[in-house]
Every structure is written in structure tokens, then in C-alpha cells.
């Protein structure tokens, strides 16, 4: 199967559609050399592994650094990744502090850009993901905007993607403030909706639905997909991979609800992808890849959808 999906990978390259992960710093232990295999089998379904997250500093310095992976593991990881490209994250939930400081502020920007330049060299990068949680004003939107277009002009061969939550409002502000003419890829935060069951078939419709009527392009969204359950009373979470080593033997494997807790499970997963070609968007996004079973049950899923479906054609 990783043959079959690699071919169609490469045939289907010019189409773009992109499987990206998110991997956190707390999964890095799978870039020791006792667990690097694990990182190849996650990355040989991936085409963008997004490493999450480093921090800007309100002068517009990198900031959070520690959790940035060390020189030997960097290097492990370029190589077992060799043909997925690699992106630094900046943000996520209350890693995101800097941010409204620096996109006012033209001087703080253009310090930022230039860090940012020097460390995607040095770590041999091929872009940055802006995960920004959340802009609070039409002054953040605009400087995140301004942002994201001086950092396209100074390094126009990198990748630039960001995050959003799919609410009809972010989606109307990256419409009207044109943030598809500088980024390539919007990944759409399509899972913690409200309710007892947090990312449905019908949310994840909705989702795809509201970024395309806000006037957003299809080609540049991603359809989010989470790799973790939550139950269907506290809310509390629990990674697929710890959902199914206490799964009973006799669990159905087409359900999506197992012990209280509610996730995505095979088909799913592959209904989901299938739903991200039909509407033509630009791919999937996974939160995160490290939380998947030891064998990526559904990493797998999302090759064998796509596998599927060239096979039909």
C-alpha cells in the first residue's frame, strides 16, 4: 500500500492536494533512534510534517526555543522525512501572547521576517505555519495579513500556511482581507465543536461548505481531522491511539463511539477525505500525528481513501 500511495502521490502531484500533520514537541522522542521508524511510517503518508510550535516574542523575536528539537534530531528528522516537507510552527492555544504586538508594528515584523529567514536556513526548512489563537481585532487581522505578505516577498520560495477555526466569522475576514493571494493553505480547525460529539460528518460538511460560500478558494483550504477523542460528557480527551489499546476485542470497528468517548474512526476518516477531493480543497489537515495507533491505523485510512479512489477512475 505505501508503494501504491507514493505512485499516486506522484502522479497527482500537480493537483496539490496536501496531507499535512501537525507533530508537537512533546511527540519528540520519535526522533530518537529507537523510535525514528515510527516518524518514517507517519511521514511516507504525509506531504507537510508542521512542528509545532515556537513562539514570537512581543519585539519580534523567536522566542520558546527549548522545545525547538536539538541539532541531532533535527538532522534525524530530515532524513527519515527526506521527502516531506518540513515547516516550522509559530502559536497555538496560549503560545500565541506575542503575536498582536508585532503585527501593529512594521519594525517588529520586519525583525521577525528576518529571524525567521535565518532559521529556515539554518534548519533547512521549507516554510512556516502561522497558528495564531486568535486574532482579536479587524488591527490583528490586518497586521497578520501585512505579516504574511512582507514574509512572502522576502522569502517567496517558502511555504506559508495558517490555521483558523471555522466560525463564518474568521472565514469572512480571510475573504475580505484577501489572505489567499499570500498563503497556501488555510487549515480549517474543523473538530471541538460544540455538543456531545465533537467532529461529525455533517460539522466537517458544514466547514467545507462555509469557506467556499465566504468566498474563500477551495484549492487553498484544508479540511481538518482529529486523531484524538473526546467523551461525550466532561469533554475530556484521549489520543485514538489510547481509545483503541483499551477498546474491547469485540468493539465495532465502524463506530465512532467507544467507552463515552467520541472520535473519528476508519471510515471516518476516509468519508472525510473523500469529502475534502470531492468539494476540490487542497487537502487535510491532521491534529496531531504523533496521537495515531502504533500501526497509524489512520494515517493509513487517509492513503487507502485516496488509493481507492484513483483505483475507480
Not at 514570537?56 to 536539538?70: H, M, Q
Not at 471541538?192 to 455533517?202: C, I, L, M, N, V
Request: net charge neutral; proline share 3%.
Amino acid at each position: 500500500m505505501k508503494i501504491l500511495f507514493l505512485l499516486w502521490l506522484l502522479s497527482d502531484a500537480v493537483c496539490g492536494f496536501d496531507i499535512v500533520g501537525y507533530f508537537p514537541e512533546w511527540r519528540f522522542r520519535f526522533l530518537d533512534e529507537d523510535h525514528e521508524h515510527r516518524l518514517r511510517d507517519i511521514c511516507s503518508h504525509l506531504t507537510h510534517l508542521l512542528l509545532f510550535s515556537v513562539e514570537v516574542d512581543v519585539s519580534g523575536k523567536i522566542s520558546a526555543l527549548d522545545r525547538w528539537p536539538n541539532g541531532d534530531r533535527m538532522n534525524r528528522v530530515r532524513r527519515v522525512c527526506s521527502d516531506t516537507k518540513l515547516l516550522v510552527c509559530f502559536g497555538g492555544n496560549g503560545r500565541s501572547g506575542g503575536f498582536s504586538s508585532v503585527v501593529r508594528d512594521s519594525v517588529k515584523r520586519g525583525r521577525l521576517i528576518k529571524e525567521l529567514g535565518t532559521f529556515m536556513e539554518k534548519h533547512e526548512l521549507d516554510g512556516v505555519d502561522w497558528n495564531w489563537e486568535y486574532p482579536s481585532s479587524r488591527e490583528d487581522w490586518v497586521g497578520l495579513r501585512a505579516l504574511i505578505g512582507e514574509m512572502r516577498v522576502s522569502s517567496p520560495s517558502k511555504v506559508q500556511t495558517l490555521a483558523y477555526y471555522p466560525d463564518t466569522r474568521q472565514e469572512a475576514i480571510l475573504s475580505n482581507l484577501a489572505f489567499g493571494d499570500v498563503v497556501d493553505r488555510m487549515h480549517m480547525m474543523s473538530y471541538d465543536q460544540p455538543g456531545t460529539r465533537h467532529s461529525t460528518f455533517d460539522f466537517a460538511k458544514r466547514c467545507v461548505d462555509q469557506g467556499i460560500q465566504a468566498g474563500l478558494d477551495a484549492k487553498k483550504l484544508t479540511l481538518g481531522l482529529p486523531f484524538y477523542a473526546r467523551h461525550i460528557r466532561t469533554g475530556d480527551w484521549k489520543t485514538f491511539h489510547d481509545v483503541m489499546k483499551t477498546a474491547p476485542k469485540e468493539a465495532d470497528e465502524n463506530s465512532d463511539q467507544l467507552q463515552g468517548y467520541y472520535f473519528n474512526n476508519v471510515n471516518t476518516i476516509k468519508k472525510k477525505t473523500m469529502l475534502a477531493r470531492s468539494q476540490g480543497l487542497g487537502g487535510v489537515m491532521i491534529w496531531e500525528s504523533g496521537q495515531d495507533t502504533v500501526d497509524i491505523k489512520l494515517h493509513r485510512a487517509i492513503s487507502d481513501a485516496l488509493v481507492e479512489e484513483r483505483t475507480e477512475l
